[in-house]
């Protein structure tokens, strides 16, 4: 059972300093952005409908307020980095690395893997490389890990079983244990375990969901994974021991540095977050302290309060903001903390790693359901219980999109006014006596300033982190001085040309959630090798290059000099295409690679764990003994006796059958012996494999195939 909170403990002084933190970082965003609002006010020109200034001027202090949090976090990370002393680090009990950490022998973590329709191969490569570093730090028996398989799709289903049946060979010491298994709960042996769900209700929180229902209960900690998650055994350990030392605590995040990028695209993205990533969680765990956010994965997690207080209900309603919640972690560390624990941001916990989207297309497919999971919030800022901080994460998780729309909403507001000035003239001759003409009031020096401090709170981040790195010493790892240079510099010019593109569709994505349009759940691309077709770029992006065209052009005809404070906008809408094509490009990303630009320590000075998965990624070997690729899964499970037993193994479920539903499964079983595999749906396949006789009639009619019959079976 999990240890008792203690009532008083000597850390929770936290909790004044985090309201005080907070306090002051309000009063730091509120104050510059009044003046500033004030500015903006100031400048810009008043007709007789000054309405179209008010809505600019309140556009302009939303978007300069949501700015300058990124500006403050990234500030307060700098000094608190610099420093080096902070009494709230939440590892500061543990032993150095290296002197020997052990962790007690009486309970055990739990390793998840949530799967979804992911390449099998990269699953097992990185379940295999944790497993052997964990044997390796003399800590397997302390660890369980549990592959949970959501996947729909019935050749990702297969060849998920065909690949931990090659795991369960390679290591003699895993025998499968048929006395512990329940149905629906599949120990391969040993530390590893397999369990595909028949029904992915509720999605990756759900699958989880059915995890702890049916074995939470036996682990005092869980520790989440995203499929292409890794971590090392001695990040693995600190956080254990992290939770031993903390009983108020519920869940501690790691921060995942990105790993593996191989297009232009990632390698820029991957840069960005090995060096402005530990500025900017240093400065968020200054301001959040124990009231961080869990982030979904490369986190550990108290299982007995999760279990307790963090069962997610469904919103109400069937519009788009209704229904299962999908930004679920959000939500659960906002209950975590209703319940009394903390939920803390490592910030300095090395060994986390994660992988990024290969090109602008996928990353737009993954925004897209993050979306309309986060303003699903909206339902729950004002939920009972929560703490203002998590109502104010919520507020944030929002504006991560929200704020797209308003930017494009600006960007508009602009062009109305720089147009009106041309089709509306002002009349510098008002009604009444006057003896001089009322000229317009031009400030240059406020414009100046104005867009001067805007400037400071995008770009000083970068600088702060470029300052880190070279006082800690850390610009060798990323390729030395003139290299980090020149990468901080191409990273800046490919994210400013992107994000129209991002503010775009982040709008795009905000507008059709509020008129209640829904996103489906799809896997995550993460195999670039091919790049983005030339098609398919031009079918998501031929829009928004249409409108950078048509902008561009009327506002360098009619305003030329608004023009040019809206080029950087127009030129990476019009160019959008192009630029997400080369990006995508692996010799792109190898070329920046072969002239030492966006290296980072990942490549550089690679854990032995990174080497490890790098070189089970690598070594892909097929030993189907029949020709079959290894995507077709279905049909290799039935041809093998070996997986076909396995699965029989693994999915061993007996359920009676109606007459109906068992002369389905015959004429299936009659068109795939008569037509092929490719005859079958996905939904027909599954159906198959979820019956155990069916599926072994299938087995049996397709090695008494002969001739013509058995080649579409590759026999």
């Known amino acids: 059972m999990d240890r008792k909170v203690n009532k008083k403990p000597p850390w929770a002084a936290w909790k004044i300093a985090g309201t005080i933190r907070r306090i002051i970082l309000l009063l730091a965003i509120a104050i510059p952005t009044f003046f500033a609002a004030n500015i903006m006010y100031s400048i810009l020109p008043h007709g007789k409908e000054p309405i179209l200034s008010v809505v600019m001027t309140a556009l302009f202090g939303v978007l300069f307020a949501w700015i300058s949090v990124g500006f403050w976090s990234s500030l307060a990370g700098f000094v608190l980095l610099l420093w080096g002393k902070d009494k709230y680090l939440i590892t500061s009990p543990l032993p150095l690395k290296g002197e020997g950490i052990k962790l007690p022998g009486d309970f055990k973590t739990a390793i998840l893997f949530p799967v979804y329709n992911e390449d099998p191969h990269m699953v097992a490569a990185g379940v295999k490389t944790l497993r052997k570093a964990l044997k390796e730090a003399g800590e397997d028996k302390a660890f369980d890990v549990f592959v949970l398989s959501d996947s729909t799709q019935a050749d990702s289903w297969a060849a998920e079983e065909e690949v931990f049946l090659a795991a369960l060979q390679e290591d003699s010491s895993t025998v499968p244990d048929p ?40 682990y005092r900690y869980m520790i989440v994974f995203d499929a292409d998650s890794l971590m090392s055994a001695d990040c693995l350990t600190r956080l254990v021991l992290s939770m031993e030392a903390r009983p108020d605590v519920g869940i501690i995040q790691t921060p995942p540095k990105a790993i593996f990028s191989r297009t232009l695209l990632a390698k820029v993205q991957q840069f960005a977050n090995h060096f402005y990533g530990p500025v900017f969680a240093a400065g968020l765990h200054f301001w959040q302290l124990g009231d961080a956010q869990y982030w ?50 490592a910030y300095d916990m090395e060994g986390s790693w994660e992988m990024t989207p290969p090109t602008l297309v996928d990353e737009l497919v993954r925004d897209r359901r993050w979306c309309q999971g986060n303003l699903q919030h909206t339902k729950l800022i004002f939920t009972r219980g929560f703490f203002p901080t998590h109502r104010a994460l919520f507020i944030n998780g929002i504006m991560s999109y929200g704020s797209a729309l308003l930017w494009f909403f600006f960007l508009l507001a602009s062009t109305f006014e720089a147009l009106s000035a041309i089709i509306a003239p002002p009349d510098y001759f008002p009604e009444g006596p006057s003896l001089f003409p009322d000229w317009p009031k031009y400030f240059p020096t406020w414009a100046l300033a104005l867009l001067s401090s805007t400037g400071v709170l995008l770009f000083l981040p970068k600088l702060l982190a470029f300052f880190y790195h070279t006082l800690a010493g850390n610009l060798t790892s990323f390729g030395g001085f003139l290299r980090v240079s020149f990468s901080i510099l191409t990273e800046l010019i490919i994210s400013t040309l992107l994000a129209p593109v991002r503010m775009l569709f982040h709008s795009y994505f905000v507008v059709t959630t509020l008129f209640n349009i829904k996103v489906s759940w799809n896997p995550q691309n993460r195999e670039s090798s091919k790049g983005l077709p030339w098609g398919t770029a031009i079918r998501f992006l031929w829009l928004g290059s249409f409108l950078g065209l048509i902008w561009g052009l009327s506002m360098y005809i009619f305003s030329p000099g608004f023009f040019l404070w809206l080029s950087p906008v127009a030129i990476g809408l019009l160019i959008s295409i192009p630029l997400s094509v080369y990006t995508s490009r692996i010799s792109l990303g190898k070329a920046a690679e072969n002239l030492g630009l966006l290296l980072t320590p990942a490549e550089t000075r690679p854990a032995k764990e990174i080497l490890e998965l790098k070189k089970g990624l690598a070594s892909n070997i097929d030993t189907f003994p029949f020709n079959v690729p290894a995507k077709d899964g279905f049909t290799r499970t039935v041809i093998s006796p070996l997986l076909l037993s396995f699965h029989l193994h693994v999915f061993a479920r007996k359920r009676g059958k109606s007459e109906q539903k068992a002369k389905k499964l015959e004429e299936l079983i009659y068109r795939a012996l008569d037509k092929g595999p490719s005859a079958l749906s996905n939904l027909e396949k599954r159906e198959l494999l979820t019956d155990g006789e069916a599926i072994k009639e299938l087995h049996k009619g397709v090695w008494l195939l002969t001739g013509e019959k058995a080649r579409p079976w590759r026999l």
């Open 296 to 345: 979904g994965h490369n986190a550990i997690i108290r299982v007995t309060p999760f279990m307790e207080h963090c069962q997610l209900a469904r919103l109400s309603g069937h519009s788009a903001f209704g229904g299962e919640i999908l930004s679920h972690d959000f939500v659960e560390s906002a209950l975590m903390r209703r319940a009394g624990y903390g939920v803390w941001l």
């Open 179 to 218: 006395k512990v298994r329940e149905d629906g709960d599949y120990p391969l042996g040993g530390m590893l375990y397999y369990r595909h769900r028949q029904f992915n209700l509720k999605r990756k929180s759900g699958n989880i969901a059915d995890f702890l229902r049916r074995w939470g209960a036996q």
